[in-house]
């Protein structure tokens, strides 16, 4: 059972490159989410889909850019890496966008920005 | 003024303690309510909903308080295989399931 699956595990930028966080689901679920999680802060969701071709900003969007080409994937792109966006990235999805479905998480990609 | 709050700990308690965490929600028209359990340098994943009356799940109690506007877990006979960060999970209103997380509490139960 896969689940969501974040690739890659671990990554290191350097201040101004971009790179793309891959984030893929096998369970059909049509509500996916990026969230980071920051010591002292908490998961915060940068952005959403509640379903192919559909996305949506979070709390904390800005230097980030998503895609929801197929129900399966939910790429997370970083335009121009800064060092503010070192955090540990989790993608999560859930049944639907509606409702109270638990949230399904990925293992995690730990970003460092130097 | 942090939307949901939790007190960061830790809690250390030993084997067969019982246990409680608070947390609290500052937007009353909070619809829903979860605790998340994220054992270190994992990824979070669901312990219970947390319904109105309140509810069970074999050594784990939720319960809300709307007036008060805070939720509690209970742990009883806690478990070594307890420790680990509990998080307070709050949906708010509105149609997509955006969830907004505590900062968590962390627990080590020592043997």
């Known amino acids: 059972n896969a689940g969501v699956t974040q690739t890659p595990k671990f990554q290191v930028l350097k201040t101004g490159q971009s790179m793309t966080l891959q984030c893929a689901q096998d369970?059909?679920?049509?509500?996916m989410s990026w969230y980071r999680q920051d010591p002292g802060m908490g998961l915060r969701l940068i952005h959403y889909s509640v379903g192919a071709g559909i996305t949506d900003q979070g709390e904390v969007p800005n230097g980030y850019n998503v895609s929801r080409s197929t129900t399966e994937d939910f790429p997370l792109r970083l335009l121009s890496a800064a060092p503010s966006q070192t955090s540990v990235y989790f993608c999560?999805?859930?049944?639907?966008?509606?409702?109270?479905?638990?949230?399904?998480f990925g293992n995690g990609t730990r970003l460092t920005v130097t | 003024r942090k939307e949901v709050e939790q007190d960061p700990g830790p809690f250390n308690v030993p084997e067969g303690a019982t246990v409680a965490f608070n947390c609290t929600y500052s937007?009353?028209?909070?619809?829903?309510f979860f605790w998340y359990r994220q054992d270190c340098r994992k990824e979070p994943k669901l312990l219970m909903s947390?319904?109105?009356s309140g509810n069970e799940d074999g050594r784990f109690t939720a319960q809300l308080n709307r007036a008060s506007q805070y939720i509690s877990l209970l742990i009883r006979d806690s478990k070594l295989s307890d420790s680990a960060t509990y998080l307070c999970v709050v949906k708010n209103g509105g149609a997509t399931n955006k969830l907004i997380f505590g900062t968590g509490t962390l627990l080590a139960v020592q043997p």
């Open positions: 937007n009353s028209a909070s619809q829903s």
């Open positions: 999560a999805s859930s049944y639907s966008g509606t409702g109270n479905s638990p949230l399904h």
């Open positions: 369970m059909n679920h049509e509500y």
């Open positions: 947390v319904y109105s």
